[in-house]
């Protein structure tokens, strides 16, 4: 759209009001998305509102040409994805500092059972995480038909 390619031309050179704009015109398509993949409110919100930041932040990765749209919901859904990630592995991090867990010990609470928990842990979160993207992915493509085919 012509007023889009405004906007993001008026935003680089430093109109931050066109930046509030864009953002007032695309946070609920851009909300939705984020919820869609995340199917977490404050999560979504985080998202959205990181990209809006990192926007602030470097300007000049928008290209006057840029369908601004498409842009917005890509940097989202890589946000989001990121945002997912880094909460696994936090998770992950956290099991694995509380298991302190010594292959072949043979103490009386058989820590060598701990390792096999964790690895049957691990393998069942690898396996979620790619049930995850598959409904992720069934999610997107009934929510953009377009897409479909």
Same mark, same amino acid.
């Given at each position: ?12 050179? /430093? ?25 977490? *409110? /404050?999560?979504?919100?985080?998202? *959205? ?6 926007? *602030? $932040?470097?300007? $000049?990765? *928008?290209? +006057? /040409? &840029? ?6 919901? &890509? =940097? ?7 945002? +997912? ?11 694995? $500092?509380?298991?302190?867990? &010594?292959? /072949? ?7 060598? $059972?701990? =390792? ?13 995480? !790619?049930? +995850? +993207?598959?409904?992720? !992915? ?12």
């Amino acid at each position: 759209m012509l007023e889009d390619r405004l906007l993001v031309f008026r935003f680089r050179l /430093g109109d931050r009001d066109a930046l509030r704009l864009l953002y007032e015109k695309y946070k609920n398509d851009l909300l939705k998305l984020a919820v869609v993949l995340v199917n977490d *409110v /404050g999560l979504a919100e985080d998202a *959205v509102q990181d990209v809006f930041t990192n926007l *602030v $932040e470097l300007p $000049e990765r *928008v290209r +006057i /040409g &840029t369908n601004i749209r498409n842009f917005l919901s &890509t =940097c989202v859904a890589n946000r989001v994805r990121n945002l +997912i990630r880094d909460k696994q592995r936090r998770e992950t991090t956290v099991v694995g $500092e509380s298991d302190s867990v &010594t292959a /072949g010990s043979k103490s009386p609470d058989r820590p060598a $059972e701990g =390792c096999w928990q964790l690895a049957i842990t691990i393998a069942a979160e690898v396996s979620s995480n !790619i049930n +995850i +993207i598959r409904l992720l !992915i069934l999610k997107l493509l009934s929510a953009f038909p377009a897409f479909s085919h």
